[in-house]
């Protein structure tokens, strides 16, 4: 390929974005990383990270370092707040189609440190923080981004970019793509706390999904402490959701106890699912949430991040060295939509379905059906790899056929 900028932009620098400039500056790649915020964001959302995306991320290190940092949990269960636990699944079935047979549980903030740590050790790339990109147009040669810092604004050319902004993406807005999809009308609320539960819910797990008509639960495991996910009623404002009386009420509720809970952390997030309706414009590349969001039933949407992260710099790193031309970049989108679409997003919206159904017959059914997965050694397997994301990154041809299952 023809070069005009030898670089390679990567505009926002969260999980997929650092995880992106990573990859591509250990290929020998000059890469510009620009993030709006001073440091690492400490936010309390994604802390799951599934088995083939831990092998997809060994060559850039990363996958050593989240098991060095996390909480490894070989065991997920599916729960009823009335009828307790229903259905348990343990990923050691995964164990010949993956290296990793487990959900490692660790907050996405330690992932971005570690992985600005490895870009500041690695020359020739430019990782600037409080530069936030306003605008961007693309070309038949490159894009020129115009970021703003405190020293102004500024144009910065290159020869591909990659919009990896996150959700309300200034890159996907510039370019006038469309998000398409939906805004769930209730909040999520995240709370996290010392309590060990399993000191007091002798049979849970470390990842446990619970069904629930009025509010379901997820009680996740995750270093140092437990993490609580809820609904809020539509009819709440978040800040009254977000007051130490609700929080605390919805942790009673969940297991009654004489102390208050000791509440560490808490936020808020509003839940959408949408896709993008390209992932790229010319130069311009869209991946992560900037290409696609979705709830967290499942813990999906960091995942097929880094899975577009994957996707998208192993082509990159193949036209850039000449090994092949600029035609693999359009198999992108047709690799990471089709599964956005239709493994992400249905996966995830067919979850939160499962945990709030209200119809007691239907609900009922759902349990059964529970039940009946995991009491089936290869239905349960089947549901792994579905679960676990194997199946979608094999349909799409984007995880090595490295693991075979034995007959
Ligand atoms: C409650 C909750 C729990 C979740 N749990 C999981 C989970 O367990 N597993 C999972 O896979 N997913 C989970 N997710 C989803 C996951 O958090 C996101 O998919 C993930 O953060 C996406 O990473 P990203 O790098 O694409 O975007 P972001 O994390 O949003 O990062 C975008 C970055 O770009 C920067 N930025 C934004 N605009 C600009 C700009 N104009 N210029 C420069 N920089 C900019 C931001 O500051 C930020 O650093 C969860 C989500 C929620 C809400």
């Known amino acids: 390929m023809k070069r005009r900028h030898d670089r390679v932009l990567v505009a926002g620098a969260g999980p997929v974005g650092a995880i992106t400039a990573l990859i591509l500056a250990r290929a020998g790649i000059p890469v510009t990383v620009l993030e709006r915020e001073a440091g690492v964001v400490i936010d309390y959302r994604a802390s799951t990270f599934h088995p083939p995306t831990l092998d997809l991320l060994e060559a850039c290190g990363a996958t050593q370092a989240l098991v060095s940092m996390g909480l490894i949990a070989p065991v997920m269960q599916y729960r009823d707040r009335r009828a307790g636990k229903i259905a348990e699944f343990d990923l050691s079935l995964l164990r010949h189609d993956t290296g990793h047979p487990y959900r490692l549980q660790c907050e996405q903030f330690k992932l971005v440190g570690w992985a600005y740590d490895r870009l500041r050790e690695i020359p020739g790339v430019d990782l600037r923080f409080g530069h936030e990109v306003t605008g961007i147009a693309a070309g038949d040669d490159g894009a020129r981004v115009t970021v703003r810092s405190t020293r102004g604004e500024e144009h910065l050319d290159a020869d591909y970019v990659i919009g990896t902004d996150g959700g309300r993406s200034t890159v996907r807005r510039a370019l006038g793509i469309e998000f398409e999809g939906f805004t769930y009308p209730e909040h999520f609320l995240v709370a996290g706390t010392r309590f060990d539960f399993k000191t007091a819910m002798r049979d849970i797990c470390s990842v446990n999904y619970t069904a629930d008509p009025v509010e379901w639960y997820l009680l996740l495991e995750i270093p140092d402490m437990w993490r609580f996910v809820t609904p809020v009623d539509p009819g709440t404002e978040p800040d009254e959701a977000m007051q130490e009386a609700s929080i605390q009420a919805s942790l009673q509720n969940l297991l009654p106890r004489a102390e208050p809970y000791e509440i560490l952390v808490k936020a808020i997030y509003r839940v959408s699912q949408r896709v993008a309706a390209t992932y790229r414009k010319g130069p311009v590349f869209l991946a992560g949430d900037a290409a696609h969001i979705n709830n967290p039933l499942g813990g999906m949407g960091l995942n097929g991040g880094l899975h577009d992260a994957v996707s998208l710099t ?23 939509k089709p599964e956005a679409v239709n493994a992400i997003n249905a996966m995830t919206a067919r979850n939160k379905k499962l945990l709030e159904e209200r119809d007691p017959e239907t609900r009922q059914r759902n349990l059964e059906e529970w039940r009946r997965i995991a009491g089936g050694r290869d239905l349960a397997y089947q549901h792994l790899l579905q679960t676990s994301m194997i199946a979608s990154l094999r349909r799409s041809g984007l995880l090595a056929e490295g693991f075979t299952r034995p007959r």
């Open 314 to 336: 192993g082509r990159l790193i193949a036209v850039w060295h000449g090994r092949t031309d600029e035609a693999l970049l359009d198999g992108y989108e047709a690799q990471r």
